[in-house]
Antibody, heavy 120, light 110 residues
Framework: QITLKESGPTLVKPTQTLTLTCTFS??????????VGWIRQPPGQALDWLAL???????RYSPSLKRRLTITKDTSKNQVVLTMADMDPVDTATYYC????????????WGQGTLVTVSS | QSALTQPPSASGSPGQSVTISCTGT?????????VSWYQQHPGKAPKLMIY???KRPSGVPDRFSGSKSGNTASLTVSGLQAEDEADYYC??????????FGGGTKLTVL
C-alpha cells in the first residue's frame, strides 16, 4: 500500500525559503520507473505542478518557478524534499506530494496535502 | 507551456451523462496517450479516475470513461450521481514538460 505525507511549516514570512518534506511508504525511489512530484493549489484555484524527481535522480521543474525550486531525495529515509526560495503571499497554497508512475505518466497516489500560508 | 483548456463548469441531472473536455496541442494531448483525469472533492486530495486517456484504476466505477480525438481529451460521466459533484482536472504529458494541468472544471449535479 502506497502512502505519502507532507510535512513542513504552516506559516512562512515573505522572502523566506520554504522547505517541505514528503515521507512515503510502499515503494522505493531506487526502483526504476518511479518518481515523486510536488503540486500546489492556492485557495479556490487550480492545481499547479511544481517539480518532479525520478528514481535515477533526474529532476524536472515547472518553467515558471524553476529558478526558485530545488527538489532532492533521500532514498534511505524514503523522503523527498522541496525547497522554494523567496516566498511571497501569492505562494499561499496547499502543497501536495504524489507518487509518479512513469510507465503510465500519471500521479496515482497523493498525500493529504499541507496548507502553507505566507504572511508577515 | 500553457495550461490545458477546460470549461470552468459543467452540470447535469442525476442519471444523465456529462462530458468534460480538455484541449491542448500536438505537443501534449495530441502527441501522447498520457492524459489523466482527477476528481477532487472540497478539502480533499485529488483522486485518479482515468489514466492513459481511457484506462480506469481499480475501484473507479465504469460510469467514468475517457477518450481522445486530436488535441482534445474528454471525460464522460454516465449515470450521474450526487457524489460525482466535484472538481475535475486533466493532466497531460508534454514534449517540454512531464506535467501540464488543465484549469479544472466544476461539475454540478442538479
Amino acid at each position: 500500500q502506497i502512502t505519502l505525507k507532507e510535512s513542513g511549516p504552516t506559516l512562512v514570512k515573505p522572502t523566506q525559503t520554504l522547505t517541505l518534506t514528503c515521507t512515503f511508504s510502499g515503494f522505493s525511489l531506487s526502483t526504476s520507473a518511479v518518481g515523486v512530484g510536488w503540486i500546489r493549489q492556492p485557495p479556490g484555484q487550480a492545481l499547479d505542478w511544481l517539480a518532479l524527481i525520478y528514481w535515477d535522480d533526474d529532476k524536472r521543474y515547472s518553467p515558471s518557478l524553476k529558478r526558485r525550486l530545488t527538489i532532492t531525495k533521500d532514498t534511505s529515509k524514503n523522503q523527498v524534499v522541496l525547497t522554494m526560495a523567496d516566498m511571497d503571499p501569492v505562494d499561499t497554497a496547499t502543497y501536495y506530494c504524489a507518487h509518479r508512475d512513469t510507465a503510465m505518466e500519471t500521479f496515482d497516489y497523493w498525500g493529504q496535502g499541507t496548507l502553507v500560508t505566507v504572511s508577515s | 507551456q500553457s495550461a490545458l483548456t477546460q470549461p470552468p463548469s459543467a452540470s447535469g441531472s442525476p442519471g444523465q451523462s456529462v462530458t468534460i473536455s480538455c484541449t491542448g496541442t500536438s505537443n501534449d494531448v495530441g502527441g501522447y496517450n498520457y492524459v489523466s483525469w482527477y476528481q477532487q472533492h472540497p478539502g480533499k486530495a485529488p483522486k485518479l479516475m482515468i489514466y492513459e486517456v481511457s484506462k480506469r484504476p481499480s475501484g473507479v466505477p465504469d460510469r467514468f470513461s475517457g477518450s481522445k480525438s486530436g488535441n482534445t481529451a474528454s471525460l464522460t460521466v454516465s449515470g450521474l450521481q450526487a457524489e460525482d459533484e466535484a472538481d475535475y482536472y486533466c493532466i497531460s504529458y508534454a514534449v517540454s514538460n512531464p506535467v501540464i494541468f488543465g484549469g479544472g472544471t466544476k461539475l454540478t449535479v442538479l
